[in-house]
């Protein structure tokens, strides 16, 4: 096929119907990339020798260079089947885990995937991860087997065998995207059961107003499962979505291809083929028939016989034994001829490249697949719209009918004038002003070269002329005026790049069109993500100010519109509806990803899925301090162009930047040198995140002798009492605030094990209910989907089933607050005796509105709320956010002023505190009337004075119980060949590792070890692994959790035993104080060390004295 032209394309962008995007997902090095090499070699723009070497879409020199896709970049293909032409918008995404946010990015814009699968390597942690990622943003998938080759030429599989193998794989990928639609469909039978249930019991209340009728019901736990129409999702041969294929090597096929050449050959019909191709048929020669039951019979399966033993003896006599005539006799069988010169070639693989490529072009075998099984922009299903749609806990059907009759806009993805025009833009991209369209030098069109023939004649002529009149004083000044004309004229024509221009980065906005035609120059509206449509319809919205008065909604010009062609961008006057696109000028307004519209009706789309989270932080100077304008302009940009880059300036005014892992942190910090701030910078070392937390106290002691109540004095000591603070043997710190108004006590409390896990997973879901219960404060209502709500009741009673026991009675109901940043994984607990408030998960009843009035003391509620909030976001051990930790208030006293004390007073026994000034104390409710005036007094405001009193309790009180560092853990899945095991485990082991699991792969001789890692050990772990192993076994590094560190950093000998086992120093590395006194150390913190050990040894060592 020649160059697709332009204009090709554009009219293909007319036609929905025909238009498929789509992105390659895949586990890191599966072939993706190359993959799409011989996909756009198939269209002309590279040459088909060099499909799978050059690796077209890896345009940046670093991708080159590690070999590894690192951005996601699209490009459009034509392609023309036997009755139609499509267009193919093709997104080919990175695999490392690192860049796992790209992935989102291109999945969104996409209506379906092509998943590829390494034939020997299998399903990979990534693989899953796609095929999650793929699934929650509901687009269809197809499957590519590649590698194929390695199958024959590295495994040196025999046909059978590899057969079996690749149903083994099948079988893996249809157990992931099994797994994940059986939950899918478990979920919806549940929402729709409770729907009748709701019903029913509506029913029965009108019925039955008593409620007296009893039938018991019976759930059938699997019901629903059968009656849903899963055939579409699992990946099989005979369903056409699968294709076996060779990237490397040029092949592809599926069972349909065969099909069609055997139907010709044998004179089976087609359909019949398909359906037998793959699966435990066999041939039964004499009978000429398909019979089934190949497997018991021990028969050869029509796949191996028919498909693979084909593939298999071209492999055998073009690389292996290089027979030259048998070649020839296959060639001619096939129909293929080759060049001379590839036949030639000393590289066979060349030869096999140029039969194949025409045999089985892996092109055509795989975008036939695409156009037929994946869907077009026409079918977007109404189930995906409203996801998009459904922005927060809001319900779709909660929204305003206007913004509802949107999902017809979606739906019928019209190009008319009228419809709304609907945008998404999931990433921003940069690229060199220099390679933007309008500042190329283009290849000079027909008419171009024309013009130029004509201009260039016209000046002969002139010249002619002049010189045959020489001496003539007209003829000259007629020459002089026409030159400089034609040359300006000329200017016109080639256009240069503007010097200034020279390097700049360009912002260009990767979208897709959902409605309505975009035009250059047209005005649209920018969602921001907390847009409300309710508000927009009400206000007056013209897009003629640059922002309207609603809140989140901004307005700007789509300035360019280009179509992506990998390096290539090329100039577009207007983007018909279902194509991405790129979209110059909107780097003011829009930050990483946005919704653009015509209409204030759309709500702003869901926000991207990101599986990874950032973790590795480091700090950046530039080398020379006054160049920190341009590293602070460097580092904006990089925000912008990195859908998962984090950038921050810290309260120490550092500027930290946060990735995802080192090789993400690795192009970030190229991208600034070298594309965004242009400057030499420093850059620490990475800030290793840790927590803090606080442990039951341990029986035994170091040397594993039991402990009696030794420990306890060890503990304590940390905390110095006063006369404002007060410390009891059980760990309550009570405080006084300095105005001595009020008194609080506190106690810390290890929560279970699990209780953090379920806090950190579920942060959206508590942001939610904060929000909610801030809603209410203010006298509204969150409309809450119905699922959500129901979440939220199912985290409350996981949370009931995990605080079991004496200690936690009724703690879920007295939850007071979450914190740090009030969704973290730390609880505040009111154990206030006579203290009445509602609970957080008050705002779940609808109809009770908050009751308060009788309690006065709410007003300083919210200080309590915030000293928590202040203490869990930086602990006492090195100033790093608190997990796991209950602070339970027991003590809430308001103190009158002194000079107050001639009120009445109600003795409180509990006031026990003996640093409590000389007043009375009595039940919070009548004492609240007189603080006002006397509170604020040189101390300051006594709602500032209360927050810090409570910080400061619950910091002693996290002291007073035995603490430990959390570090932050990555799981690895090392794949490793026998032979390199273990130096593996002696890597794992240097470096604090621990293996889960390991197991061996089936009918390879790799070894699948699940490890996990502390992230203070793995910078250089990979590089580490790759070197020890020779390139071997190659890990991906994933943040899973935060674990407790065993050895308590204060940790000092108490007992006999330890004294005697430990020396009086006891000065063996303790890995949690190295830890902490390293992060001292950063924050600038007091360091408790010895640098100087033995003053008197150092003098010894003058010579002279
Ligand atoms: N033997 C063999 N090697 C292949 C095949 N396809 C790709 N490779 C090799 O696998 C390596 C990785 O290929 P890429 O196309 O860069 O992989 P990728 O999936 O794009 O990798 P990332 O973008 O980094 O995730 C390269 O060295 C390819 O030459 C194949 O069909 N057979
Ligand atoms: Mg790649």
């Not at 002309?44 to 060099?50: D, N, P």
Request: hydrophobic share 35%; proline share 5%; charged share 25%.
């Amino acid at each position: 096929m020649g160059h697709t032209t332009l204009d090709k394309i554009k009219a293909l962008q007319k036609n929905p119907a025909n238009i498929r995007n789509l992105c390659i997902l895949a586990h890191v090095d599966h072939g993706k990339t190359t993959l799409a090499d011989c996909l756009v070699a198939s269209n002309g723009i590279i040459s088909s020798r060099l499909a799978g070497k050059l690796r077209y879409l890896d345009s940046r020199e670093d991708e080159q260079i590690r070999g590894i896709t690192m951005k996601s970049s699209a490009i459009s293909l034509h392609y023309a089947s036997e009755e139609k032409d499509y267009l193919i918008n093709l997104i080919d995404s990175p695999g490392h885990v690192d860049f796992s946010s790209e992935v989102s990015t291109a999945v969104r814009l996409c209506d379906g995937a092509i998943i590829m699968v390494d034939a020997v390597e299998g399903v990979c942690p990534q693989t899953q991860a796609v095929l999650r990622q793929a699934w929650l943003e509901n687009i269809r998938p197809v499957l590519v087997i590649n590698k194929m080759d390695r199958l024959i030429m590295e495994l040196k599989f025999t046909s059978q065998e590899a057969y079996t193998h690749l149903q083994k794989i099948l079988e893996q990928v249809n157990a992931v995207t099994g797994s994940l639609f059986t939950s899918k469909v478990l979920e919806e039978r549940a929402d729709k059961e409770k729907e009748k249930d709701k019903e029913k019991e509506k029913e029965k209340e009108d019925i039955d107003p008593m409620g007296c009728s009893g039938s018991e019901q019976v759930y059938d736990w699997s019901a629903g499962l059968e009656d849903s129409d899963d055939s579409q999702l699992y990946f099989s041969p005979d369903q056409g979505n699968v294709v076996f294929a060779s990237a490397t090597d040029g092949w592809g096929f599926s069972i349909q291809q065969f099909a069609n050449i055997y139907s010709q050959k044998m004179g089976i019909r087609g359909e019949v083929l398909r359906k037998t191709l793959w699966g435990d048929f066999y041939l039964h020669a004499k009978a000429k028939k398909i019979m089934k039951g190949a497997h018991t019979k021990g028969k050869k399966p029509l796949f191996v016989q028919l498909v693979l033993d084909n593939i298999w003896s071209l492999y055998d006599a073009v690389v292996t034994r290089r027979d030259q005539d048998k070649v020839e006799k296959m060639m001619l069988s096939l129909g293929v001829k080759v060049m001379a010169r590839d036949s030639r070639h000393s590289d066979p693989k060349v030869l096999l490249s140029a039969i194949c490529g025409q045999w089985l072009p892996v092109s055509q075998a795989v975008l036939s697949m695409v156009c037929e099984k994946l869907p077009s922009p026409l079918d977007m299903t109404s189930e995906r719209i409203e996801k998009l749609m459904s922005v927060g806990a809001r319900r779709f059907d909660s929204l305003p009918t206007q913004t509802q009759e949107l999902k017809t806009a979606f739906m019928q993805c019209s190009c008319e004038d009228t419809a709304p025009v609907i945008v998404f833009v999931s990433k921003m991209i940069t690229v060199d002003a220099k390679s933007l369209p309008q500042n190329k030098q283009r290849p000079l069109t027909q008419e171009e070269i024309t013009q130029r023939r004509e201009l260039a004649r016209q000046r002969h002529a002139e010249r002619q002329a002049t010189s045959q009149q020489t001496g003539n004083e007209e003829g000259n000044a007629h020459a002089g005026s026409t030159a400089p004309a034609v040359l300006s004229q000329m200017q016109a024509l080639t256009v240069a790049a503007k010097p200034e221009d020279e390097g700049k980065q360009i912002f260009v906005a990767f979208a897709r069109v959902y409605s309505g035609v975009v035009r250059r120059g047209q005005r649209v509206f920018v969602l921001g993500p907390k847009y409300n449509p309710a508000q927009g319809l009400q206000g007056s919205t013209s897009m003629t100010g640059s922002l309207p008065p609603v809140p989140h909604l901004a307005c700007c010009t789509l300035d360019s519109l280009y179509l992506l062609m990998g390096r290539e961008l090329e100039d577009l006057e207007e983007v018909p509806p279902g194509n991405v696109l790129g979209i110059g000028g909107l780097e003011e307004c829009v930050l990483k990803s946005a919704t653009l519209s015509t209409s204030p009706a759309l709500p702003p789309f869901i926000p991207l899925n990101f599986e990874a989270t950032p973790i590795v932080r480091v700090a950046i100077e530039p080398k020379h301090p006054s160049e920190m304008p341009k590293l602070v302009r460097g580092m904006r940009l990089l925000n912008q162009a990195d859908p998962c880059a984090e950038v921050l300036i810290q309260e120490t005014g550092e500027h930290v930047l946060v990735t995802a892992g080192e090789v993400h942190l690795q192009r970030c910090l190229d991208d600034l040198r070298e594309r965004f701030a242009k400057i030499k910078i420093s850059v620490s070392k990475p800030i290793i995140p840790f927590r803090e937390t606080v442990v039951k106290p341990p029986k035994v002691d170091m040397v594993n002798e039991d402990l009696g109540k030794q420990q306890k004095v060890a503990v304590i000591h940390q905390v110095k009492e006063s006369d404002t603070l007060h410390l009891d043997p059980s760990g309550l710190v009570t405080l006084t605030t300095p105005n001595r108004q009020a008194t609080v006590g506190v106690r810390a409390v290890p929560l279970p094990e699990e209780v953090p896990l379920l806090l950190e997973g579920s942060a959206d879901l508590i942001r939610t209910l904060e929000q909610a219960g801030q809603a209410q404060r203010d006298g509204r209502f969150l409309d809450m989907s119905p699922r959500t709500h129901d979440a939220l009741l199912g985290l409350k009673s996981k949370l009931e089933g995990l605080l079991q026991g004496r200690k936690w009675r009724n703690a879920v109901d007295r939850i007071w607050a979450f914190g740090p940043r009030r969704h973290g994984p730390n609880i505040l607990l009111n154990s206030v005796e006579g203290y009445q408030r509602p609970s957080v998960w008050h705002c779940l009843e609808r109809d009770k509105g908050e009751k308060d009035g009788d309690n006065a003391i709410r007003d300083f509620d919210n200080s309590i709320v915030s000293g928590f909030q202040l203490a869990t976001l930086s602990g006492p051990m090195c100033e790093e956010p608190l997990m796991g930790v209950c602070f339970s208030v027991e003590r809430w006293e308001m103190n009158f002023p002194i000079q107050r004390t001639h009120l009445d007073s109600v003795g409180d026994e509990d006031s026990n505190s003996h640093d409590a000034p000389a007043s009375s104390s009595e039940s919070p409710q009548r004492r609240h009337e007189d603080i006002g005036a006397g509170v604020v007094d040189c101390y300051g405001p006594f709602s500032g004075q209360l927050i810090a009193a409570v910080k400061e309790a619950c910091r002693h009180a996290f002291q007073a119980k035995p603490q430990r560092l959390m570090a932050a853990m990555y799981t690895c899945e090392i794949m490793a060949t026998a032979e390199v095991l273990g130096r593996v485990y002696g890597v794992l082991g240097k470096r604090e590792g621990r293996v889960l699991q390991e197991e061996m792969k089936e009918g390879t001789d790799m070894f699948i070890i699940k490890a996990v890692l502390p992230v203070a050990e793995s910078f250089g772990f990979a590089d580490e692994i790759r070197k020890r192993t020779s390139g071997l076994a190659s890990p991906q590094l994933v943040f899973s959790h935060w674990e407790v560190i065993g050895s308590d950093p204060f940790w000092v000998p108490t007992t006999e035993e330890e004294y005697l086992h430990f020396g009086e120093k006891a000065d063996s590395a303790n890995q949690a104080l190295k830890y902490m006194n390293a992060v001292r150390r950063r924050k600038g913190l007091y360091v408790e060390e010895k640098i100087v050990e033995h003053g008197e040894k150092q003098r010894t060592l003058g010579k002279n004295k």
